[in-house]
């Protein structure tokens, strides 16, 4: 074996994390402490394993005031994920719907608060109830994010993700990597929170093994924790674990991962909980390959071990494709299938093709609505859920409509200013009280706007993007009006040519508020009887347009979070329903490719 050299923080980091070795070792040792957390939190250690342990209390990391703010994070992160975690287990066994929570190992704390979502392993019958449950229980399923048997579902409150879950029927990346009928009959409660269902030893350490070796192609220390945690539980059937990977084809991947683990856990910790029984096992599948052992020997041959320990991105494909094509409970025809269509999923991912759907979202309303806010409400939900968003700002008539749009996260420039007693608005109805000037002012702004929508909005959208526009040719319709109070014929012509040439919303919000609250929520130095008037008016063209358009109106003058809920909902489950796109369809990714019906 070769001599690793090991960092003071690796060591110490590692040795910490782990619920066995940490009694072993010198808590006062000189140690850059800032790396040790570093190491901890990249590799997803629960903190609150640490902080919880008697035998900690007098380690100087949990005096540090930079590691009580992580813990109180992370304290908060655990209860609010568990709590909705609650509230659909509750709903689920309503159903008669049983759950493993598979990636957990039922090392405290067993609620895997610290992975990116939570995998939640179902029975397939009853994959569509827990969607229909999920669904309402205000969940929006991610179908860009689909996978054979697996559905990502996110809750939000307002613009914050409260919880994630990644409904499965099976373990599997691709394909299937367990005995699920085994699985279930061995899973057993967590010994420290009576939510968690957990998998059996033997089952815990095939599945940490698959997922970080053929999915992640790296090892975290909370891994290795996981395994050494599942060896030190007694002895356990290592042959249960052989039988397996072998019938589900991929008996070298295990052998040769477990090889790894081990190499790991002796560099670290000086000794292996890994039995020489599960060792010799291994090595017998190796040594029937030359390019096993030539690939375990370079793997392995670095000197300067880092953590995650990252393995071949082009090694890990050779074995998965090689489990694929061996995989016995599949006919030819659907092994080739799988080969194709993980080929396919390799090149949109190293080629950044995103397949995206795109869509133009209008968000509309008197000044002071709130129309800014939802905006970014809806860029962080989308951002959040990995698609890509932008937001556009144009104001027909505006003195800078000649310019770019702004981007919202800018203070809209306030187009209601004061002279004496005069409204901008009112100052401009004077201006365009001229015919030459009125004319051109509506061509200029009309073509203006038309060429901006489809140049830039209808372009984009065909592209795949999602585009918030904070304002659109419902705004332009209400501004004409208030601007040309006595030019009937030129409005309803604005009207006809903005809804003939400019792209059409998926999408359309209509913020209604009373002007006196709109008034209220602005900041402006003194207030206006005539400018209340204008918003009033402003206020009647919208309720107008809303009805013959079918805007969706929603009253912007309750609480501001369930406001932000209800769009975000219906904003996401709109993009993602009946989801799919012809890129994703020649690369065999569309939802009904993945799960057919």
Request: with cysteine; glycine share 4%; hydrophobic share 45%.
């Amino acid at each position: 074996m070769a001599a690793y050299v090991l960092s003071p923080e690796l060591i110490f980091s590692a040795r910490l994390a782990d619920i066995i070795s940490r009694r072993q070792f010198d808590l006062d040792q000189a140690v850059d402490w800032s790396k040790v957390m570093a190491i901890l939190v990249k590799n997803k250690i629960p903190l609150l394993s640490l902080v919880r342990d008697p035998l900690l209390r007098n380690c100087p990391l949990l005096a540090r005031p930079d590691f009580q703010q992580l813990v109180m994070r992370e304290e908060a992160s655990w209860k609010s994920l568990r709590h909705e975690y609650a509230l659909v287990r509750e709903d689920f066994l309503k159903y008669g719907i049983s759950n493993i929570l598979f990636k957990s190992v039922g090392l405290a704390p067993s609620f895997p608060y610290t992975s990116d979502n939570l995998d939640v392993l179902i029975h397939p019958a009853n994959i569509e109830t827990a969607r229909n449950v999920l669904y309402d229980l205000g969940y929006v399923e991610l179908r860009h994010i689909e996978e054979p048997k697996k559905f990502l579902f996110r809750k939000f409150n307002a613009d914050e993700c409260v919880s994630a879950i990644h409904l499965h029927g099976l373990v599997g990346w691709g394909a299937a990597f367990m005995d699920e009928d085994a699985l279930w009959q061995r899973c057993r409660p967590s010994t420290d929170d009576p939510l968690v269902i957990v998998p059996s030893p033997e089952d815990a350490v095939l599945i940490t093994i698959a997922h970080s070796f053929y999915e992640n192609k790296s090892v975290k220390l909370i891994d290795l924790m996981r395994i050494r945690y599942c060896f030190s539980q007694g002895e356990l059937d290592c042959a249960y674990m052989q039988r397996v990977s072998t019938d589900r084809g991929w008996e070298d991947g295990f052998a040769f991962s477990l090889m790894i683990y081990s190499r790991l856990e002796r560099a670290i910790y000086s000794e292996g909980l890994i039995p020489d029984n599960a060792l010799e096992l291994a090595n017998q599948t190796i040594e029937k390959s030359f390019w096993l052992k030539n690939a375990l020997e370079r793997t392995m041959g670095r000197n300067d071990l880092q953590f995650p320990f990252k393995v071949s991105f082009l090694l890990g494909k050779l074995f998965y494709y090689r489990k694929l094509l061996t995989y016995p409970k599949r006919n030819i025809r659907a092994r080739i299938y799988s080969v194709v269509a993980t080929l396919a999923a390799g090149i949109k991912l190293k080629l950044g093709i995103r397949g995206q759907r795109g869509m133009l979202i209008s968000l509309s309303g008197i000044d002071g609505s709130g129309k800014s806010s939802a905006a970014q409400v809806l860029l962080k939900v989308f951002a959040t859920s990995d698609v890509l968003a932008y937001p556009c700002w144009i104001r027909f008539g505006s003195v800078d409509w000649f310019r770019k749009a702004s981007p919202i996260s800018k203070n809209n420039q306030n187009e209601v200013s004061f002279s004496g007693s005069t409204t901008h608005l009112e100052r401009r109805q004077n201006k365009l009280k001229n015919p030459f000037l009125r004319m051109g002012w509506l061509v200029l702004n009309l073509a203006y706007m038309t060429l901006f929508y489809n140049l830039k909005v209808r372009l984009s959208t065909w592209f795949g993007y999602v585009v918030i526009c904070d304002r659109y040719i419902y705004d332009a319709l209400v501004e004409i009006e208030a601007s040309l109070p006595n030019s009937s014929s030129l409005i309803r012509l604005s009207e006809w040519l903005l809804m003939h040439f400019c792209p059409k919303p998926q999408l359309s919000w209509l913020f209604d508020l009373t002007p006196g609250e709109a008034l209220s929520r602005q900041k402006f130095e003194r207030s206006s009887v005539s400018l209340e008037k204008e918003l009033a008016f402003e206020r009647e063209r919208y309720l107008a347009l809303q009805k013959r358009y079918q805007l969706l109106l929603v009253s912007n003058q309750g609480d501001q979070n369930v406001i932000a809920d209800l769009v975000v909902l219906k904003t996401l489950r709109k993009y993602f329903e009946d989801y799919h796109t012809w890129i994703n369809g020649l690369l065999f990714s569309n939802p009904n490719q993945m799960n057919p019906v």
